[in-house]
């Protein structure tokens, strides 16, 4: 249940204030709270807000949503999340998973709605308090906190943080009021036209689900289709009516609602063949949208003094190239929320909080380049369709779809904490593990739930906390031998995000190697 605002007197004070109850804003509240800090989340909107966005997740962030318990939550089945193995799509090209040993594209098709109302959920039962109906005005900082001023359904009203944090999406106040620009790419040339239609049952195969519209080759699902006027996609997600979606170029402006026969005219051009749409039946939420030109923007700086970003307000991303925003915002949130924490309880290693940006940075640059070459791989043109064959005839390498699946996944972009890259699981999210630790097994994504550090000890002698007695309260040790074949690792020391800080493969760690597993608590948990 959503706690409204005015029932009680507004406190004037607040730990830190997270501007925007979007999903990244949630989430960010759902990790203060984890970490025992009091959170108020301001959101402008009364309700949550209907209009149907994103579909769902991909990559990465799938597995970190695992290692705090809500993947269950989400997919209705316990983890480890699945990662997709077969035919995926890269720009409208064909992106064989099935190539590969380990496909690192995890996915979870969740309604972005569902994923608010699940994080709200989270929130409410951590404590986080949601005012709803409550906007950004404005804001100054000082040394030691930041004023805000807030504009409620009682009237304005001033509150004083330690910290604030804008979730408030791609026009962000929090960002505009802190100064800090927004620089990037503005596409004026798309418009993408998207509805929920219901098609003839007899142009879809019962069999495979493919698309047979008269006169053209079958249309796979979900896999997104180029042509030399523009792009088009048919995606039949479970329990909705079909997403019919085109992408065209240098199209005249238009003042008029959107509507399915205009959606119907445009498919027409891009595939040069009629496919009839018809409303469905219902009345919940359904899209019928025009979306012209875009934004591919980041935000100059994360954080100025007490003003951090998180999700669309740090950065966006053009709707061409695959809408990837709420994959990469939901990991800033988790990558923020324990680091903030510890600056704010006076734990912090020196410089912990500038780490959010050096780590989210590369992140979101990541990100812009898949977007911005997925629009280039889309765009009209003989010229574009001859990158596309050589683009497609290099997917036919292993070695290539590997590296573009990374890139879809978001496990490309390893954390720089402190070690050579070895290409172990150092600076990466932690691996997909079962323990035995009796009487029963686990899985280490089950030990990080409480957001805490987490040292995993498989060597020999079991003794691997002997090397740290000063952090025996903060960090949880975790006994085991690994379930099935030995593992490639004997030891782990997990951060609160599930990234790993330290490994190690000797069954008895050398001297040097315990001086190595002193040094990373030392740089991600503090001094003690
Ligand atoms: C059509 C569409 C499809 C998409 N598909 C995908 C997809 O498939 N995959 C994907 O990863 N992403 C997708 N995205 C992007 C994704 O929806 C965004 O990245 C995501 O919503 C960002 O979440 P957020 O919490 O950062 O911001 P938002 O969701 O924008 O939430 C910001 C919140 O802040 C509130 N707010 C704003 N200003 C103030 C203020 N001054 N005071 C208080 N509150 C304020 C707003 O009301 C809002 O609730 C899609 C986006 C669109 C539009």
């Known amino acids: 249940m959503i706690h409204p605002h005015a029932a009680r007197p507004a406190p004037a004070t607040a730990e830190v204030v997270v501007v925007g109850a979007g999903p990244n804003g949630l989430m960010l509240g759902c990790e203060l709270a984890l970490a025992g800090i009091s ?94 109906g409550h906007a950004l005005e404005d804001l100054r900082q000082d040394d030691d906190a930041v004023d805000l001023v807030v504009d409620g359904p009682d009237g304005r009203y001033g509150l004083r943080a330690r910290f604030v944090v804008g979730a408030d999406g791609g026009r962000s106040a929090t960002r505009k009021r802190a100064g800090i620009g927004f620089p990037g790419v503005t596409y004026d040339r798309t418009t993408v036209r998207t509805a929920h239609a219901t098609v003839p049952t007899e142009y879809v195969d019962a069999t495979t689900g493919m698309l047979n519209v008269p006169g053209l080759e079958p249309i796979a699902p979900f896999l997104g289709l180029r042509t030399e006027r523009g792009g088009f996609s048919y995606a039949p997600f479970p329990d909705h ?27 027409r051009r891009v595939l040069g063949a009629d496919l009839p749409l018809t409303a469905p039946d219902g009345d919940e939420p359904r899209v019928l949208r025009r979306l012209s030109g875009g934004n591919t923007r980041i935000a100059e700086r994360f954080r100025d003094r007490r003003v951090l970003l998180v999700g669309d307000a740090a950065h966006v991303y053009g709707s061409t190239g695959g809408g990837p925003g709420l994959n990469l915002g939901l990991a800033d949130a988790v990558n923020l929320g324990w680091k903030l924490a510890a600056t704010l309880r006076g734990t ?37 369709t001859g990158l596309r064959e050589l683009f497609g005839e290099l997917l036919a390498d292993r070695g290539a779809v590997q590296r573009i699946a990374e890139l879809i996944a978001g496990t490309d972009a390893r954390y720089d904490v402190g070690d050579d890259d070895t290409g172990g699981p150092v600076g990466r999210l932690a691996p997909e593990m079962t323990l035995r630790t009796a009487p029963t097994t686990v899985r280490l994504a ?51 995000d599930g990234y790993v800080a330290w490994a190690s493969t000797s069954s008895d760690p050398t001297p040097a190697e315990r001086t190595a597993l002193r040094e990373a608590v030392q740089r991600w948990i503090g001094p003690r």
């Open 446 to 496: 089950e030990l990080t739930v409480a957001a805490r550090p987490v040292l995993v000890d498989l060597t020999d002698a079991r003794a691997l906390a002997d090397a740290i007695p000063e952090w025996q309260d903060e960090v949880n040790v975790v006994r085991a031998q690994p379930d099935g074949d030995a593992a490639s690792v004997t030891g782990l020391l997990l951060r609160p």
């Open 39 to 132: 959170v108020v989340v301001l959101e402008r909107r009364e309700r949550p807000e209907e209009e149907p966005k994103a579909n769902g997740l991909l990559g990465q962030v799938v597995r970190l949503l695992d290692h705090r318990g809500l993947y269950e939550r989400l997919a209705g089945r316990p983890g480890p999340p699945a990662p997709m193995a077969g035919h995926f799509v890269f720009g409208a090209l064909p992106l064989n998973l099935g190539l590969l040993d380990h496909s690192p594209v995890d996915a979870l098709a969740v309604p972005q709605a569902r994923i608010v109302a699940v994080l709200t959920e989270r929130a409410v039962e951590l404590g986080v308090e949601i005012r709803r």
């Open 348 to 384: 912090a290693p020196p410089g912990l909080l500038d780490s959010y940006e050096r780590e989210r940075r590369p992140a979101a640059e990541r990100m812009a380049l898949s977007a911005q070459a997925q629009a280039a791989l889309l765009a009209p043109g003989a010229d574009v």
């Open 241 to 267: 009516p079909p997403l019919i979606s085109t992408t065209e170029w240098d199209q005249p402006a238009s003042d008029e609602p959107m509507s399915l026969s205009e959606l119907e005219a445009s498919v």
